[in-house]
C-alpha cells in the first residue's frame, strides 16, 4: 500500500503517455484494436483516481497535511528543478474528472471517428498527460512543462478532426496562438520568481513569504503576468474570444475536454500560484477578479441567449460559469485585506473559495455532458441549427430526459450539483463584495432564460414538424424519416455524468469536502 501510496501520482501522470506511444506503434489498419486498446487503457488511470480520492480522505481523516503524495526528486540541478509533485483537496477531485471525462471521452470517439483514428487516440491520450501534470506539479518549471504539453495535442484535435463547416483549422490556430501568448507572460513570471526567492518550489516560495515581499512594484507586474496566463485559458473576459471557434469547430471529445477540464486549468493556476506566491496582489486586486468574473457571467449569459447555434451556445454558456470562479476566487482574495478572523470574513472567503472549487468540477461534469448531447444530435441531423428542430420530446424520450436534467443543472435548481457551486459562491461573495455578487445574480436569470427558451423551448417544446428538417440519419449514417432516440454507448457515455449531478446535488458533501480542506489550509497558511 505504501508502495502505491508514493507512486499513484506518477502512475497517473505517465500511463496515458504510455498508452499513447503504443497507440501510435500499432498498425494504423488495426483501429478497432487501437480504440479497445485506448479506452481499455485509459481505465487504469481512472482507477487509480478512484483509489486517490478514497485513500486521500485517509490523510485528512488522520490530520495529516493537506499535501499528500509528495515525491520531490532532484531534476536539472543545475537549474535547481526538481521533479515535485503532489495531491490535496483540490487537486484529487479535478484528477478524478479529468480521468473520467477522458475515459468517457474515447469511448464515444470510438463509435464516431473514423478519419485516422490512431493518431486521434494517441493525441488523446497524450492529452491527458499534460492535464494531470499540471494538477500535480509543484515545482513551476514542471508545471510549466505539463501546461505547454497539453497545447499542441487539443491543437491537432481541433484542426483534423474539426468540423470542416467551421473553420477548424483557423479556430485550432486561434486557441494555439491565445494560448501561447498566455504562456510567454508565465515564463517571464516564473523566471521572476527564481529571481525572487531562488528556487521555483511552489511550497517554498510560498513559505518564503511569497514572491517579491519587498518590491512592490515587480510583484504586481509578476501577478498580472501569471494572472493574463491564466485568464487567457479560463477563459475571462475579454480573453475570451478564442472559445467559441475552438468549441464549435472541435469534435465531440474535444469539447468535452476542452470545457470540462482545460478551462479549468487556468482557475486552478490561480488558487496554486496566485493567492500562495502573491498574498498581497491578490489581496490588492482581489475586487478586480471578481469584478472581472461578473462580467463574464453577465457578457456571457447575454450572448448564450442570442446564439441560434446550439454548440456555440454552450459555449458560451462555459465563459458565464467560469465567471462564478472568478467570483469566487476574486471574493476570497479581496476579504484578506487586513485580518478576515477580526473583520468575520474568514468564514465567508472559505465559503467563497469552496464554491469556486465546487464551480470547476460541476461544470466539468455537467458542460462535459452538455457538448456530449450537441454531438447526439448533430451525429443525426448533421446541423446545430436550432431554427431547425422543435417537438422531439415526444419523439426522442431518452436524449429529452437526459437533457432536462443537465440543462437543469446547468442553470442551478436546487437538487442538482450545479446548484450548490452557484450557492456557496454567492453565499461568501455577498458578505465580501456585495455589489457584484448582486449583479452577477442577473446571470443566474439569463442561464435560466436560454435553457428554457433557447434549448428547451426550441428543440423539444410545441408541434414536431418534419418539413423543418429532412436530412435526419442514424447513428451509423444511414436515411431516417426523422430523429432517432439515443443510442446503446450513448447512454453509456451520459448517465455516469447525470448520475453525478444527481448524487452531488443530494450529497454535496462528498465532494466539498476534499475542497473545504484546501480552503481552510490555504486561507490559514496567508493570514
Not at 154 to 183: C, H, V
Not at 320 to 326: A, I, K, P, R, Y
Not at 335 to 351: F, I, Y
Request: hydrophobic content about 55%; proline content about 4%; cysteine-free.
Amino acid at each position: 500500500m505504501d508502495l502505491l501510496r508514493s507512486s499513484v501520482l506518477t502512475l497517473i501522470v505517465f500511463l496515458p503517455l504510455v498508452g499513447a506511444i503504443i497507440a501510435a506503434l500499432l498498425p494504423k489498419d488495426r483501429t478497432e484494436t487501437i480504440k479497445r486498446f485506448s479506452i481499455i487503457w485509459s481505465l487504469i488511470p481512472l482507477i487509480l483516481a478512484t483509489f486517490l480520492a478514497i485513500d486521500y480522505l485517509t490523510f485528512v481523516s488522520a490530520g495529516e497535511n493537506a499535501m499528500a503524495y509528495q515525491v520531490d526528486e532532484s531534476w536539472i540541478p543545475s537549474l535547481n528543478v526538481s521533479y515535485h509533485i503532489g495531491a490535496d483537496g483540490l487537486s484529487v477531485p479535478l484528477i478524478f474528472l479529468t480521468a473520467l471525462l477522458t475515459t468517457l471521452g474515447l469511448y464515444y470517439s470510438a463509435r464516431v471517428i473514423n478519419k485516422r483514428v490512431k493518431e486521434f487516440f494517441a493525441l488523446f491520450l497524450f492529452l491527458s498527460t499534460g492535464m494531470f501534470g499540471v494538477f500535480v506539479a509543484l515545482d513551476l518549471v514542471l508545471f510549466y512543462v505539463f501546461w505547454e504539453i497539453g497545447l499542441v495535442p487539443m491543437f491537432f484535435l481541433i484542426g483534423i478532426w474539426g468540423n470542416e463547416k467551421d473553420r477548424p483549422q483557423y479556430a485550432a490556430l486561434k486557441f494555439f496562438l491565445y494560448t501561447l501568448a498566455g504562456s510567454v507572460f508565465m515564463l517571464l513570471a516564473i523566471i521572476g520568481v527564481y529571481l525572487s526567492t531562488g528556487t521555483f518550489d511552489i511550497i517554498e516560495a510560498a513559505a518564503n513569504g511569497g514572491v517579491w515581499a519587498n518590491a512592490p512594484l515587480a510583484a504586481t507586474l509578476s501577478f498580472w503576468a501569471f494572472f493574463v496566463a491564466f485568464a487567457i485559458k479560463v477563459p475571462a473576459f475579454p480573453f475570451h474570444t478564442w472559445l467559441p471557434d475552438a468549441h464549435t469547430a472541435a469534435p465531440t471529445a474535444g469539447s468535452v475536454i476542452l470545457a470540462g477540464v482545460l478551462l479549468k486549468l487556468g482557475a486552478y493556476g490561480m488558487l496554486r500560484v496566485l493567492l500562495p506566491l502573491f498574498p498581497d496582489s491578490s489581496a490588492q486586486f482581489g475586487w478586480v477578479i471578481a469584478l472581472i468574473g461578473v462580467i463574464g457571467i453577465i457578457y456571457g449569459a447575454f450572448v448564450s441567449l442570442a446564439q441560434t447555434d446550439l454548440k456555440r451556445l454552450i459555449a458560451y454558456s462555459s465563459v458565464s460559469h467560469m465567471g462564478f470562479v472568478l467570483l469566487g476566487i476574486g471574493a476570497a482574495a479581496w476579504a484578506l485585506n487586513g485580518n478576515p478572523a477580526e473583520n468575520g470574513l474568514r468564514e465567508s472567503a472559505v465559503m467563497a473559495l469552496n464554491g469556486a472549487a465546487l464551480q470547476m468540477f460541476f461544470h466539468g461534469i455537467i458542460t462535459g455532458a452538455l457538448f456530449f448531447l450537441v454531438g447526439v444530435i448533430y451525429e443525426r441531423a448533421h446541423t446545430r441549427d436550432l431554427a431547425k428542430f422543435g417537438g422531439m420530446s415526444a419523439i426522442v424520450p431518452v436524449f429529452y430526459a437526459t437533457f432536462m436534467f443537465t440543462g437543469f443543472a446547468s442553470l442551478g435548481l436546487p437538487g442538482l450539483a450545479g446548484f450548490w457551486a452557484e450557492f456557496f459562491t454567492f453565499r461568501g461573495a455577498f458578505a465580501i463584495v456585495p455589489w457584484l455578487a448582486l449583479v452577477g445574480v442577473i446571470g443566474i436569470v439569463i442561464t435560466a432564460a436560454y435553457i428554457l427558451y433557447r434549448i428547451v423551448q426550441s428543440i423539444f417544446l410545441g408541434q414536431y414538424d418534419p418539413k423543418k428538417w429532412t436530412h435526419w440519419t442514424d447513428i451509423k449514417g444511414e436515411h431516417t424519416e426523422g430523429p432517432t432516440d439515443m443510442a446503446g454507448f450513448e447512454k453509456v457515455t451520459l448517465w455516469p455524468l447525470v448520475f453525478l449531478m444527481i448524487l452531488f446535488g443530494i450529497f454535496p458533501s462528498l465532494v466539498l469536502g476534499y475542497f473545504n480542506v484546501f480552503s481552510v489550509d490555504i486561507l490559514s497558511a496567508l493570514f
